[in-house]
């Protein structure tokens, strides 16, 4: 299995995920947010991107605010915006910017990265693309682009009465 916890396998992938590389070392990304334990998430690393699917970055955060003041003074050359939310009781921060053709987005969340939903979602949809196969994964990345998000998008293929849970069982 392809090690998620680096972004070297970038390297080595394909053209989208090497430009994505490209882009994250020559900004630093990872380098700023070191402190946090970033990991990229979300549908590039496991080739399901279609046009406009953004650079999930993943991050452990202790205190949301000086988090907030960290990603303004490290991202102050982009128009960073940010929104602060909590869901079961639990605070997390959401920072949204362009890093050239790539929207970003930086999820922080008082949880270890591994164990953060968007984790668990991408490492249970890589099992299943690596069992169904290149059919399957092209239903998927069809579903998508007609709009469709991602954990839907496999609930539909796979019958799952609730994706987002669902897909954590796997």
């Known amino acids: 299995m ?3 916890t680096t972004i070297d396998y970038l390297r080595e992938g ?12 020559k900004h630093k990304i990872f380098e700023k947010l070191s402190n946090y334990s970033p990991l990229l998430a979300g549908t590039i690393p496991i080739e399901i991107d279609v ?3 953004d650079l999930d970055i993943i991050c452990e955060i202790k205190d949301s605010a000086e988090f907030e003041k960290f990603l303004i003074q490290a991202f102050e050359n ?6 602060k939310s909590d869901t ?3 605070e997390f921060l959401v920072c949204n910017f362009e890093l050239e053709e790539f929207p970003v987005e930086i999820f922080g969340q008082n949880r270890p990265v591994i164990e953060q939903n968007a984790y668990r979602h991408m490492i249970a949809e890589y099992k299943i693309l690596e069992e169904q196969g290149e059919d399957f994964k092209q239903k998927i990345i069809e579903l998508k682009k007609k709009g469709i998000k991602t954990e839907p998008a496999f609930g539909i293929l796979m019958q799952l009465e609730n994706p987002y849970e669902d897909l954590l069982k796997f």
């Open 2 to 4: 392809i090690d998620f």
């Open 14 to 25: 394909n053209e989208k995920q090497k430009r994505a590389y490209e882009v994250l070392v």
């Open 51 to 53: 046009e406009g699917s």
């Open 78 to 83: 982009f128009d960073v915006k940010i929104k």
């Open 88 to 90: 079961d009781n639990e």
